[in-house]
């Protein structure tokens, strides 16, 4: 019988994923260490309702919570991608352990006043901030690809789940015992997640070079997203989805209450039904995309999301209002997976958690901006009217930005290769040296020198995205059809970690460049390491 539901449960696609136990284990640690966070956030929240009367200081919570987010997500995206990710995982549950034992400890003690609960709500940000970008980056590395976009789903099913268990044992545990035995057991649940990603045995690729250093890899990390056309045109989209879909999320309390002249159970009875919805979805995911590809799922998704919104405050009857609730859940997931699949699939292994992290200040910098304006709105109006305009703006935006697909025409295959041209210098040179300049001399046919321009556009994009500090390409004024194309990276540890950088799509356009190329001997490379002068 257990074998039978073994080979019936890994027999769905949406469960798939968790096939393979490295991702399972690690799978569990998410869904806990997710259901810890809303778990904190709710306790800090009534805490902070019994420490003061202010309005202000009870709606700091959220933003101490968020905050850090905002403010480190680049940094921490460049931590998880030049530090080993098992250690920076394992480190990030200690810091929230850490951070959970001293709200205990504070309030047991009755030293905690409203401050004391912001700065360590704060803190408690940086650890979620730092853990986020890494768990992002280890998904794709857990499973293989077909399987990524079910792994992602179940990710945001955690998130779902989560949204709704935690703040339910939390509810429970402070009312039958106390807001201190919220952060102990976040304490213990911080540890015993911690051992278990300690007995993983993750492969950790050690490089013979120098680690990158810390603010180099932010700026690499952000040059790769500006010189990807793709991923702006995700960020954007991304920004725009949760700038309308968090209106309906943030004013549910509010729905609840004054639509619906209800109570808390109307509230979870809603927010439950949304999570129920993602469930489904998220289960139905692997047939949808065979029918459906990426960029229809995510713009169907938001064009539902914008009737199913309205509709709940449309709706008279609080079981109705459910109903669109439900569909809303499905839509939600819908895009959002579509959205983070997307993402994963432009990134590489070594520019991933930066490119996440970053995918996850646009998740943040909507919502916060969101609920600031359907917020507003609603106190100044009502919550229907809020709802019916963040509906409205859902639609207008899905047609001011058509043209900006989450799945492009071409796929780029990040496959790491080996890449033709190797560096073979006459001396040792130490890695710190430099700065280190290119040179590549191409003679191409006049007639399609434009087309080697062209060509040498998007071979500008792929370079600054491997690192280089600048890009030229220059034409012979003397010799028609004679060009030397120019790079700039800082070090010579940065050259040479361009190499590992070096993808299949970046061999293919390669080998474009060469089959422009007409001499019989292949493009003259010359590298040049900046000389010391002495004063």
């Given at each position: 019988?257990?074998?039978?539901?073994?080979?019936?449960?890994?027999?769905?696609?949406?469960?798939?994923?968790?096939?393979?136990?490295?991702?399972?284990?690690?799978?569990?640690?998410?869904?806990?260490?997710?259901?810890?966070?809303?778990?904190n956030d709710v306790a800090?929240?009534?805490?902070?309702?019994?420490?003061?009367?202010?309005?202000?200081?009870?709606?700091?919570?959220?933003?101490?919570?968020?905050?850090p987010v905002l403010l480190l997500g680049i940094p921490s995206g460049a931590l998880a991608d030049i530090l080993n990710r098992k250690h920076f995982?394992?480190?990030?549950?200690?810091?929230?352990?850490?951070?959970?034992?001293?709200?205990?400890?504070f309030l047991v003690f009755g030293l905690l006043n409203p401050y004391v609960l912001l700065f360590l709500t704060f803190?408690?940000?940086?650890?979620?901030?730092?853990?986020?970008?890494?768990?992002?980056?280890?998904?794709?590395?857990?499973?293989?690809?077909?399987?990524?976009?079910?792994?992602?789903?179940?990710?945001?099913?955690?998130?779902?789940?989560?949204?709704?268990?935690?703040?339910?044992?939390?509810?429970?545990?402070?009312?039958?015992?106390?807001?201190?035995?919220?952060?102990?057991?976040?304490?213990?649940?911080?540890?015993?997640?911690?051992?278990?990603?300690?007995r993983w045995q993750y492969q950790y690729y050690v490089s013979a070079l120098p680690g990158e250093r810390f603010f180099g890899a932010m700026r690499v990390g952000l040059q790769y997203v500006r010189q990807s056309n793709q991923l702006q045109a995700i960020f954007i989209r991304t920004f725009l989805f949760f700038l309308q879909s968090t209106g309906l999320i943030a004013l549910?309390?509010?729905?609840?209450?004054?639509?619906?002249?209800?109570?808390?159970?109307?509230?979870?009875?809603?927010?439950?039904?949304?999570?129920?919805?993602?469930?489904?979805?998220?289960?139905?995911?692997?047939?949808?995309?065979?029918?459906?590809?990426?960029?229809?799922?995510?713009?169907?998704?938001?064009?539902?999301?914008?009737?199913?919104?309205?509709?709940?405050?449309?709706?008279?009857?609080?079981?109705?209002a459910s109903v669109f609730m439900l569909i809303s859940g499905i839509a939600w997931i819908s895009v959002a997976n579509s959205l983070t699949t997307s993402a994963q699939l432009c990134l590489p292994s070594w520019v991933r958690a930066r490119g996440m992290s970053l995918y996850q200040m646009s998740i943040m910098g909507g919502s916060a901006l969101g609920a600031a304006i359907w917020g507003k709105i609603a106190t100044e109006t009502d919550v229907s009217v809020s709802i019916g305009l963040s509906s409205?703006?859902?639609?207008?935006?899905?047609?001011?930005?058509?043209?900006?697909?989450?799945?492009?025409?071409?796929?780029?295959?990040?496959?790491?290769?080996?890449?033709?041209?190797?560096?073979?210098?006459s001396r040792n040179i130490d890695p710190s040296e430099g700065p280190v300049m290119i040179s590549i001399e191409y003679h191409t046919q006049a007639a399609q020198n434009e087309a080697f321009k062209k060509l040498m556009a998007s071979t500008r994009k792929s370079r600054l995205r491997q690192g280089a500090l600048s890009w030229s390409l220059f034409e012979d004024a003397e010799h028609t059809g004679k060009f030397v194309e120019y790079y700039v990276f800082e070090t010579?540890?940065?050259?040479?970690?361009?190499?590992?950088?070096f993808t299949a799509d970046d061999l293919n356009m390669q080998e474009e460049r060469y089959r422009h190329h007409i001499d019989i001997a292949p493009p003259k490379v010359t590298r040049r390491i900046a000389a010391n002068l002495k004063k």
């Amino acid at each position: 019988m257990s074998a039978f539901i073994d080979k019936w449960f890994f027999s769905q696609k949406w469960l798939a994923p968790l096939k393979f136990k490295v991702f399972r284990s690690i799978y569990l640690v998410w869904l806990t260490a997710t259901i810890c966070m809303w778990m904190n956030d709710v306790a800090a929240a009534w805490m902070m309702t019994s420490l003061t009367t202010s309005a202000t200081l009870i709606a700091l919570v959220q933003t101490a919570s968020s905050l850090p987010v905002l403010l480190l997500g680049i940094p921490s995206g460049a931590l998880a991608d030049i530090l080993n990710r098992k250690h920076f995982f394992v480190f990030t549950q200690l810091w929230l352990a850490a951070n959970a034992t001293a709200l205990m400890l504070f309030l047991v003690f009755g030293l905690l006043n409203p401050y004391v609960l912001l700065f360590l709500t704060f803190t408690n940000g940086i650890g979620l901030a730092m853990r986020w970008p890494i768990f992002a980056a280890l998904v794709p590395e857990l499973v293989p690809r077909d399987s990524l976009q079910p792994a992602l789903a179940l990710n945001a099913i955690a998130m779902n789940v989560s949204r709704i268990v935690g703040p339910l044992i939390a509810g429970i545990i402070i009312a039958t015992a106390g807001s201190q035995y919220v952060f102990a057991l976040n304490m213990v649940l911080s540890l015993i997640t911690s051992w278990v990603v300690l007995r993983w045995q993750y492969q950790y690729y050690v490089s013979a070079l120098p680690g990158e250093r810390f603010f180099g890899a932010m700026r690499v990390g952000l040059q790769y997203v500006r010189q990807s056309n793709q991923l702006q045109a995700i960020f954007i989209r991304t920004f725009l989805f949760f700038l309308q879909s968090t209106g309906l999320i943030a004013l549910l309390p509010v729905i609840a209450k004054d639509h619906f002249q209800g109570n808390a159970h109307i509230f979870i009875l809603l927010l439950s039904c949304l999570g129920l919805g993602a469930v489904i979805a998220g289960s139905q995911l692997p047939r949808l995309k065979m029918r459906l590809s990426t960029n229809q799922l995510a713009n169907y998704g938001i064009i539902l999301l914008s009737i199913s919104s309205a509709g709940v405050v449309l709706s008279l009857n609080l079981w109705l209002a459910s109903v669109f609730m439900l569909i809303s859940g499905i839509a939600w997931i819908s895009v959002a997976n579509s959205l983070t699949t997307s993402a994963q699939l432009c990134l590489p292994s070594w520019v991933r958690a930066r490119g996440m992290s970053l995918y996850q200040m646009s998740i943040m910098g909507g919502s916060a901006l969101g609920a600031a304006i359907w917020g507003k709105i609603a106190t100044e109006t009502d919550v229907s009217v809020s709802i019916g305009l963040s509906s409205i703006f859902g639609i207008v935006a899905l047609i001011v930005v058509r043209k900006l697909h989450v799945e492009g025409l071409h796929q780029e295959d990040m496959s790491p290769v080996c890449p033709l041209e190797r560096p073979n210098p006459s001396r040792n040179i130490d890695p710190s040296e430099g700065p280190v300049m290119i040179s590549i001399e191409y003679h191409t046919q006049a007639a399609q020198n434009e087309a080697f321009k062209k060509l040498m556009a998007s071979t500008r994009k792929s370079r600054l995205r491997q690192g280089a500090l600048s890009w030229s390409l220059f034409e012979d004024a003397e010799h028609t059809g004679k060009f030397v194309e120019y790079y700039v990276f800082e070090t010579w540890a940065d050259y040479l970690r361009r190499f590992d950088r070096f993808t299949a799509d970046d061999l293919n356009m390669q080998e474009e460049r060469y089959r422009h190329h007409i001499d019989i001997a292949p493009p003259k490379v010359t590298r040049r390491i900046a000389a010391n002068l002495k004063k």
